[in-house]
């Protein structure tokens, strides 16, 4: 049987896909007055992209955004996701301040969700999880792919294999080449609901090729989505209001 995760008043892994709208601002000043626009949006969860902000290498900067960021998101859940280059981000860093910067964020109080690459190097991203845990934070394990998509079996291994390493969300992203691809992500992602899921699954191909498995997710298993106010953070999000409208219409003739 599948759990589900609670975050504030959103829970996650029940009905409709929630929606989770990212922060990509170079500046603090930037990153607040997008939170002001997110507030008024269809966002049931924001996640701040860490890798976009200028100072993100400095952690007592990271941690006075994190303090003035989650007074304004209030009761809106808040993912903290540094995402790597290696995994399609913008900062390229060593795995000990990578350990470092998402520890300092979890003990702050103000995250209440973070993203932990889990499959890149296990034995961090095992520390990084029982931190996360310690404080009462919950693990959404991540896994990009922005060159291919995998096989579905390798894609169905990643996500239990994510699942097996603690975390509480299990998410894969994945680049489609053509519309097969996008058909076998969403494959991957039936099969590992229906037969292994203990926790709620993230799953998503990429770009405009890939959209139908971003809204489609009642259906198959997803039980979250990204979409946009302003700046995407990864390509084919759907601006939120559109999404919003979308999610209601499938789950109204389910």
């Known amino acids: 049987m599948m759990s589900t995760v609670t975050v504030k008043n959103v829970t996650i892994g029940d009905g409709i896909p929630k929606i989770c709208v990212p922060i990509v ?13 997110i507030v008024n949006s269809r966002a049931d969860i924001v996640e701040w992209r860490v890798d976009w902000f200028e100072s993100a290498l400095d952690i007592e900067k990271v941690k006075d955004v994190l303090e003035q960021l989650s007074s304004v998101l209030n009761q809106i859940p808040l993912l903290f996701t540094l995402r790597t280059a290696r995994e399609g981000g913008k900062i390229d860093l060593s795995s000990e301040a990578y350990l470092e910067i998402n520890q300092a964020a ?4 103000r995250v209440d969700l973070i993203d932990v690459e889990v499959l890149d190097k296990e034995t961090i991203a095992t520390k990084m999880i029982e931190s996360a845990h310690a404080a009462g934070v919950k693990v959404v394990g991540s896994n990009h792919q922005f060159d291919r998509t995998p096989s579905q079996e ?10 097996e390493l603690g975390a ?4 894969i992203a994945v680049m489609p080449q053509n519309e097969t691809d996008v058909i076998r992500l969403l494959e991957a992602t039936s099969i590992m609901h229906q037969k292994y899921a203990e926790k709620p699954l993230v799953t998503m191909s990429m770009a405009k090729l890939g959209v139908v498995s971003r809204i489609t ?15 995407a953070s990864a390509p084919g999000q759907i601006e939120s209001e559109t999404l919003y409208q979308i999610l209601q219409d499938i789950h109204k003739v389910l």
């Open 25 to 37: 601002a170079n500046t603090k000043e930037e990153i607040l007055a997008d939170a002001l626009d």
């Open 106 to 109: 979890v003990a702050t109080g």
């Open 154 to 163: 390798e894609m169905v291994d990643r996500l239990r294999r994510i699942q």
């Open 168 to 171: 509480d969300i299990c998410k």
């Open 217 to 231: 997710g009642e259906i198959f298993g997803s039980a979250l989505t990204f979409g946009t106010v302003k700046k």
